[in-house]
């Protein structure tokens, strides 16, 4: 579904991803880890078109996406939750959401049965929906920027350390509602600081270092590996 390759990414000419290969199959869960400054958002960025100084190919669904506009990957059918929850705090809950949907036209038909869809899968939110999101709890704006996510249909959500900041407790529910999303035939790639939860939740994983894949296979495999248990998991 979506294939990266050999990509170089530079900002003002400074490369900081230097060829690196990534696959992301039909219904799989890929996992993208590796330290602070080693270019996991810019990995995302370039994949939507925010990143533009570009070298490699990136392909999704069979078309050449390189040079694609942010509106158009969206278009495509690919969407990236940022780092952050960059969510419209002075907005209802219901009016982040449809916010989402404002960039598709093609889509405004469906609008109306996504706004359903998303509710069943995050009925806290249906109860909430003229609430202000400001006043959401961390973890709870965490999941409106998810599902504002699904408002398009995505095939392909990106998702850059979504658990960042919450709680034991709230980390599990995002990642069960991460696997219901999966479950409905969206393909996730995700980027996230705790490799040990990671792990356990994807199918495979690529571990950046200063801007190369220094190690990749399956999660089960490279929870396995002694250079990752002692750089990422502590052990
Ligand atoms: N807009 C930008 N302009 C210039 N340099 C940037 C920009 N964004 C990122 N960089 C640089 O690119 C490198 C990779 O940054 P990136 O944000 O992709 O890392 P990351 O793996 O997401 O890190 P973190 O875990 O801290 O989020 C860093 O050296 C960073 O300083
Ligand atoms: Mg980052």
């Not at 609008?111 to 973890?139: C, H, V, W």
Request: no cysteine; proline share 2%.
């Amino acid at each position: 579904m979506l294939i990266i390759e050999d990509l170089h990414t530079s900002y003002n000419g400074i490369e900081v991803l230097h060829g690196i290969n990534i696959e992301v199959k039909k219904g799989e869960k890929v996992a993208l880890l590796g330290a602070n400054g080693a270019g996991k958002t810019t990995t995302l960025s370039s994949i939507v078109g925010i990143a533009k100084e570009k070298k490699g190919k990136i392909v999704f669904n069979r078309q050449d996406i390189t040079h694609l506009e942010t509106h158009d990957a969206i278009e495509k059918g690919i969407v990236l939750i940022p780092e952050g929850r960059h969510i419209f705090t002075k907005l209802t809950v219901e009016e982040n959401i449809r916010i989402g949907g404002f960039l598709l036209s093609k889509h405004r038909n469906d609008m109306q049965e996504n706004m359903e869809r998303i509710y069943s899968l995050f009925p806290f939110l249906k109860d909430r929906n003229s609430q202000m999101a400001g006043t959401l709890s961390g973890g709870e704006q965490q999941m409106l920027a998810i599902a504002r996510g699904l408002i398009g249909n995505p095939k392909l959500m990106l998702l850059d350390e979504p658990s960042l900041g919450l709680s034991p407790l709230l980390v599990t529910k995002i990642f069960k509602i991460i696997d219901e999303i999966n479950n409905m035939g969206v393909s996730i790639l995700i980027v996230e600081q705790n490799a040990n939860i990671a792990l356990d939740f994807t199918d495979k994983a690529y571990v950046l270092e200063l801007g190369n894949i220094n190690l990749s296979g399956s999660s089960k495999q490279i929870k396995e590996d002694d250079r990752i248990k002692t750089a990422y998991l502590g052990m």
